[in-house]
């Protein structure tokens, strides 16, 4: 470790490669300028990278605080909020304020003006951080898991475990078929699979279902951006009933990270039990072999519990799995003082989350 002055300033075109770079050193992984280009320069709703950089004293990069804006409904107005995520501190800068200090200047660029509050879902190591400098804890967010090959819990211990994962999966598979040949899905209705947006039909869901509490805004500028992550896959579903159209599904898959299957999103955010049961049993039906199907919170529990989807709060899975947080800030320079209007923000059971909310989904 070293020590040394850092200087903290907004993003620059220039800061590009060395942003890349410092992403490569932190994270053991390599994104590209199609990717940041994506994230952050055509994120349709600022019209600026959001972004502070730290810099030693000899005007290189060593820290970066970015964020993902989004457009968020809070009682019932539009406001846009920012997700801090992909934030790097080099290891050699560590442990000297550096990630404190960049929150505390970014909380001063957007204070009382453009942005009106804060929240992303920080591991339990960053946690402590955010709180450190004014978030609060919202509330734990649920995933759901229907597991197709348990035995990834048990990868990689002894002969043993290895003998009794694969036990697991036989059984796990059995099980799971079952369910499926019991699970009763509405014949009335029927599921269209498409591989580019069905735009028109997703806005139409949307504002016909539109959630009273907080969430982000699914307007054309959203579906038209946020599904273009060149680090994922997206497919789409329809669920019609009297050939009308009453609920969708964006299921995802990360390029790099094959075996694992997301619903990232559904219209509206909480389908109706039919149409959901018509949903999940399109998507298994297409993804048999993933390891995992991952759903959101706001899909009806006791539909997911007919197809096997376990959830990550509960037991089995809560021994294993670390709970995912919401937490947040207002975006004023006192963040223990919440603004009247943003006061729903505070209290978990007003959102409505699903993983395209979520950076990295």
Same mark, same amino acid.
């Given at each position: 470790?070293?020590?040394?002055?850092?200087?903290?300033?907004?993003?620059?075109?220039r800061?590009?490669?060395?942003?890349?770079?410092?992403?490569?050193?932190?994270?053991?992984?390599?994104?590209?300028?199609?990717?940041?280009?994506?994230?952050?320069?055509?994120?349709?709703?600022?019209?600026?990278?959001?972004?502070?950089?730290?810099?030693?004293?000899?005007?290189?990069?060593?820290?970066?605080?970015?964020?993902?804006?989004?457009?968020?409904?809070?009682?019932?107005?539009?406001?846009?909020a920012?997700?801090?995520?992909?934030?790097?501190?080099?290891?050699?800068?560590?442990?000297?304020?550096?990630?404190?200090?960049?929150?505390?200047?970014a909380?001063?660029?957007?204070?009382?003006?453009?942005?009106?509050?804060?929240f992303?879902?920080?591991?339990?190591?960053?946690?402590?951080?955010?709180?450190?400098?004014?978030?609060?804890?919202i509330?734990?967010?649920?995933?759901?898991?229907?597991?197709?090959?348990?035995?990834?819990?048990?990868?990689?211990?002894?002969?043993?475990q290895?003998?009794a994962?694969?036990?697991? #999966? $036989?059984?796990?598979? &059995?099980?799971?078929? %079952?369910? @499926?040949?019991?699970?009763? =899905? /509405?014949?009335a209705?029927?599921?269209?699979?498409?591989?580019?947006?069905?735009?028109d039909?997703?806005?139409?869901?949307?504002?016909?279902?539109?959630?009273?509490?907080?969430?982000?805004?699914?307007?054309?500028?959203?579906?038209?951006?946020r599904?273009?992550?060149?680090?994922?896959?997206?497919?789409?579903?329809?669920?019609?009933?009297?050939?009308?159209?009453?609920?969708?599904?964006?299921?995802?898959? #990360? $390029?790099?990270?094959? &075996?694992?299957?997301? %619903?990232? @999103?559904?219209?509206p955010? =909480? /389908?109706?039990?039919?149409?959901?049961?018509?949903?999940?049993?399109?998507?298994?039906?297409?993804?048999?072999?993933?390891n995992?199907?991952?759903?959101?919170?706001?899909?009806?529990?006791?539909?997911?519990?007919?197809?096997?989807?376990?959830?990550?709060?509960?037991?089995?899975?809560?021994?294993?799995?670390?709970?995912t947080?919401?937490?947040?800030?207002?975006?004023t320079?006192?963040g223990?003082?919440?603004?009247?209007g943003?006061?729903p923000?505070?209290?978990?059971?007003n959102?409505?989350?699903?993983?395209?909310?979520?950076?990295?989904?």
């Amino acid at each position: 470790m070293q020590s040394t002055a850092h200087a903290i300033r907004r993003y620059e075109s220039r800061d590009l490669v060395p942003f890349l770079d410092l992403y490569e050193t932190v994270f053991d992984d390599d994104r590209d300028e199609e990717w940041f280009d994506w994230k952050y320069r055509q994120n349709p709703y600022v019209d600026h990278v959001p972004m502070l950089v730290a810099t030693d004293d000899s005007g290189r990069i060593i820290g970066a605080r970015p964020f993902l804006a989004l457009p968020l409904a809070i009682g019932g107005r539009r406001e846009l909020a920012l997700q801090p995520c992909d934030t790097m501190v080099h290891p050699d800068h560590r442990r000297q304020g550096v990630f404190t200090r960049m929150t505390e200047r970014a909380i001063e660029r957007y204070a009382d003006h453009e942005a009106a509050l804060f929240f992303n879902f920080p591991n339990e190591h960053s946690r402590a951080g955010y709180e450190k400098v004014g978030w609060e804890p919202i509330g734990q967010v649920r995933t759901r898991y229907r597991l197709h090959q348990p035995s990834d819990e048990l990868s990689g211990g002894s002969t043993t475990q290895n003998i009794a994962g694969s036990v697991a #999966n $036989v059984v796990q598979r &059995g099980y799971l078929g %079952i369910l @499926d040949r019991l699970a009763q =899905t /509405p014949r009335a209705m029927t599921v269209s699979k498409h591989e580019s947006s069905p735009l028109d039909e997703l806005l139409t869901l949307y504002r016909s279902a539109t959630p009273s509490g907080v969430h982000v805004l699914r307007d054309d500028p959203f579906f038209r951006w946020r599904f273009e992550n060149p680090d994922w896959t997206y497919r789409y579903y329809l669920v019609h009933e009297r050939g009308e159209p009453i609920a969708g599904a964006i299921v995802g898959q #990360n $390029v790099r990270e094959a &075996g694992h299957i997301r %619903i990232t @999103d559904v219209i509206p955010l =909480t /389908p109706t039990n039919d149409a959901t049961a018509a949903l999940l049993a399109a998507i298994i039906d297409d993804n048999q072999d993933a390891n995992a199907i991952l759903a959101p919170s706001t899909l009806p529990w006791n539909v997911c519990t007919r197809f096997g989807f376990l959830s990550d709060t509960r037991l089995p899975l809560s021994v294993v799995s670390s709970p995912t947080t919401l937490v947040a800030r207002p975006a004023t320079r006192d963040g223990d003082v919440w603004p009247p209007g943003l006061q729903p923000a505070r209290t978990r059971s007003n959102w409505s989350i699903t993983f395209a909310e979520r950076d990295t989904s």
